[in-house]
Nanobody, 125 residues
Framework: QVQLVESGGGLVQAGGSLRLSCAAS????????MGWFRQAPGKEREFVAS????????YYADSVKGRFTISRDNAKNTVYLQMNSLKPEDTAVYYC??????????????????WGQGTQVTVSS
């Protein structure tokens, strides 16, 4: 059974940084992609970043490019989202997700098979 558990959310001032973690277990397929999505109140869920587990190829939404960095630790089965220069508009619940395959540019939620419970990120102005 696949489980994704996010952590690291919190309250931070604009311009600050946070690092989110997503601990994955039960992923048995050889090729998969991990993604981060977010959903702000009253808005649709949106893609943030993704990484291919083998090879480490990454893909970012334009809104976070240059500020956020996705990475993974193979030994810990954990994916990270380092968020710098945070803005109030980054406030949302952040979700980790996984999908089978090698196409890292997976920006649509329905492409992903498993989801974590989410972690709240709040950026104050």
């Amino acid at each position: 059974q696949v489980q994704l558990v996010e952590s690291g959310g919190g309250l931070v001032q604009a311009g600050g940084s946070l690092r989110l973690s997503c601990a994955a277990s039960g992923l048995t397929f050889s090729n998969y992609v991990m993604g981060w999505f977010r959903q702000a109140p009253g808005k649709e869920r949106e893609f943030v970043a993704s990484i291919r587990w083998r090879g480490g190829n990454t893909y970012y939404a334009d809104s976070v490019k240059g500020r956020f960095t996705i990475s993974r630790d193979n030994a810990k089965n954990t994916v990270y989202l380092q968020m710098n220069s945070l803005k109030p508009e980054d406030t949302a619940v952040y979700y980790c997700a996984s999908k089978q395959g090698i196409v890292v540019a997976g920006t649509l939620g329905y492409e992903y098979d498993y989801w974590g419970q989410g972690t709240q990120v709040t950026v104050s102005s």
